[in-house]
């Protein structure tokens, strides 16, 4: 079947401008993961969803960064007043469950340059 | 908080031989994964580790699950061209945690 699908893949906007990240889980997914990549950097995690809510807030960086999750599937990532230090590749993963046999399947990333 | 710590950060190796890479973590895990990312792509699922001292392989990469199961190892035999990538180890406590992997370059 289909893999975690993100878009667009590739985002270029002005600082100060907001943007919205889309990601499309493995059907029947329940959770749901966004991470950001920094160029040669590790993952850094910044929220997970278990259905529509979100119990670990604990990684966004900033007020300026929120996301939803609606119908158990689609979720977007929103940046408000983008800044440069936001630029990075925004990862998205779902997995069946969110417990401890989680396996993360990642899509393809969104790339983020805020100029 | 959980932490997961991963070393060496860079890994130069001549094509043909071994390298390990190592993952500790600050509390005992339930399991440990490892994912690999190729440059230019996303993390992919390699395997799990469960048990205390469980050991996996697959063709030349060997896993390994510490005893007291907060620490785990990769080692790669023969390494070849297609090893190149970043290789991420993930921690589950209470919630899966990354490491911030090890990224490894091939000389021919």
């Known amino acids: 079947g289909a893999g975690v699908s993100q878009s667009p893949s590739n985002k270029v906007t002005e600082k100060g401008k907001d943007v919205e990240l889309r990601c499309d889980p493995i059907?029947?997914?329940?959770?749901l993961y966004w991470y950001r990549q920094s160029l040669g950097q590790g993952l850094e995690f910044l929220i997970y969803?278990?259905?529509?809510?979100?119990?670990?807030k604990s990684g966004l960086p900033s007020d300026r960064f929120s996301a939803e999750r609606t119908g158990g599937s689609v979720s977007t990532l929103t940046i408000q007043r983008t800044q440069q230090e936001d630029s990075a590749v925004y990862l998205c993963?779902?997995?069946?469950?969110?417990?401890?046999?989680?396996?993360?399947?990642f899509g393809p990333g969104t790339r983020l340059l805020v100029l | 908080g959980q932490q997961v710590m991963q070393i060496p950060q860079y890994q130069h190796v001549q094509e043909g031989e071994d390298f390990t890479t190592y993952c500790n973590s600050s509390t005992t895990l339930s399991n440990i994964q490892w994912y690999k990312q190729r440059p230019g792509g996303h993390p992919v699922f390699l395997i799990q580790?469960?048990?205390?001292?469980e050991v996996k392989k697959q063709k030349r990469l060997t896993f390994q699950f510490g005893e007291a199961k907060k620490n785990s190892s990769l080692h790669i035999t023969a390494t070849q061209t297609t090893d190149v990538g970043t290789y991420f180890c993930a921690g589950f406590d209470y919630k899966l945690s990354f490491g911030a992997g090890t990224t490894v370059t091939v000389r021919a």
């Open positions: 969803f278990q259905g529509n809510s979100a119990p670990d």
């Open positions: 059907s029947g997914h329940t959770a």
């Open positions: 993963a779902s997995s069946l469950a969110q417990g401890i046999d989680e396996t993360q399947y």
């Open positions: 580790l469960v048990k205390s001292g």
